[in-house]
């Protein structure tokens, strides 16, 4: 139940992450090729069409879309130097 809650908590506050990522792009801390592969991911995403849900069922077809981008998300976070973690509380 912990780790639903965490998920739950984490996809309420994505909009407090905007400025933490850009400070992940324009630090001189991250390394570059972390930086490629976190916009790697995401051209990737953007380049297959591919969804395990289909956009045209309502709700349910947002999920998956929503799922990739926090998983994204995350990986962008793990990949972070401990100084920018600990400066956003992550």
């Known amino acids: ?13 994505v909009r407090r992450f905007l400025p933490f ?7 001189h801390e991250v390394p570059m090729r972390k930086k490629l592969f976190s916009v790697g991911l995401l051209l990737l995403y953007i380049a297959l069409p591919l969804d395990l849900i289909p956009d045209w069922i309502a709700l349910f077809g947002l999920i998956d879309d929503l799922t990739v ?10 990949m972070a130097p401990i100084s920018l973690k600990e400066k956003y509380n992550l």
């Not at 139940?1 to 506050?13: A, D, E, G, N, Y």
């Not at 981008?69 to 793990?78: A, D, G, S, Y």
């Open 21 to 27: 990522l850009f400070e992940f792009f324009v630090s």
């Open 69 to 78: 981008f926090l998983f994204i998300l995350q990986q962008v976070i793990k």
């Open 1 to 13: 139940m912990r780790k639903w809650w965490k998920r739950l908590r984490f996809i309420v506050h």
